[in-house]
């Protein structure tokens, strides 16, 4: 089986920056596509940024102010927000897919159990 851990979240201030980080791990791990979603209360999960093998892809509404970046080795995605507004607040959940579209769609085979991002105004 393949476990993914988040790490990162935390209290911030609106203005200020956060790294996501989530490292996989799992003999049966094959890099293919990582990336994150979020939640907040009272709503839908929504598609935040992913990463594959060739492209990054982000959502509207971080694209201009989230960096997403892979590390083979150690099997890790990282996700630099900056800015972060009040609007950010969610649990913040990585998956993994063998391809991007299902991870970008929200059918990733694999997810964390979440880390919390709470931006205060």
């Known amino acids: 089986q393949v476990q993914l851990a988040e790490s990162g979240g935390g209290l911030v201030q609106a203005g200020d920056s956060l790294t996501l980080s989530c490292a996989a791990s799992?003999?049966?791990?094959?890099?293919?596509?990582m990336g994150w979603f979020r939640q907040a209360p009272g709503k839908q999960r929504e598609f935040v940024a992913a990463?594959?093998?060739?492209?990054?892809y982000y959502a509207d509404s971080v694209k201009d102010r989230s960096t997403i970046s892979r590390d083979a080795v150690r099997n890790t995605v990282t996700l630099v927000m900056n800015h972060l507004k009040p609007d950010d607040t969610a649990v913040y959940y990585c998956?993994?897919?063998?391809?991007?579209?299902?991870?970008?769609?929200?059918?990733?085979?694999?997810w964390g159990q979440g880390t919390q991002v709470t931006v205060s105004s």
């Open positions: 990463i594959s093998s060739a492209n990054p």
């Open positions: 799992g003999r049966t791990f094959t890099w293919g596509a």
């Open positions: 998956t993994a897919d063998p391809n991007i579209y299902f991870a970008v769609k929200g059918n990733g085979t694999y």
